[in-house]
């Protein structure tokens, strides 16, 4: 049984900086690990994927501030963010795809492991 922990979150000022983790639990490595998100109100969006082969894809325009890697053993993901915003206030959830495939989905609906969440509050 697989399970992803995410740690990390917290509250911080705009302009500031956080480091999103991901603990992946079991033996099996996921091809695609992403990162979600979900303002209040609104619906959860990727904020990109990774490949176990080191490819990343942002949704958005968050690659000048963000940054998704994987450790070497592939069992943990981060989300480096900088340059944080208010409208970055979100919970944010790692989901894991363990569908063996050569490019990462942008489905939601593709991801059937999921962590618990972390909030992240960002402050004017």
């Known amino acids: 049984q697989v399970q992803l922990v995410e740690s990390g979150g917290g509250s911080v000022q705009a302009g500031g900086s956080l480091v999103l983790s991901c603990a992946a639990s079991?033996?099996?490595?996921?091809?695609?690990m992403a990162w979600f998100r979900q303002a209040p109100g609104k619906e959860r969006e990727m904020v990109g994927v990774i490949h176990s082969i080191g490819i990343t894809t942002y949704v958005n325009s968050e690659k000048d501030r963000f940054t998704i890697s994987r450790d070497a053993e592939q069992k943990i993901l981060y989300l480096q963010m900088n340059s944080l915003k208010p409208e970055d206030t979100a919970m944010y959830y790692c989901?894991?795809?363990?569908?063996?495939?050569?490019?990462?989905?942008?489905?939601?609906?593709?991801?059937?492991?999921w962590g618990q969440g972390t909030q992240v509050t960002v402050s004017s």
């Open positions: 079991g033996n099996i490595v996921a091809d695609c």
């Open positions: 989901a894991a795809d363990f569908t063996r495939r050569l490019r990462c989905s942008g489905s939601r609906s593709s991801y059937t492991h």
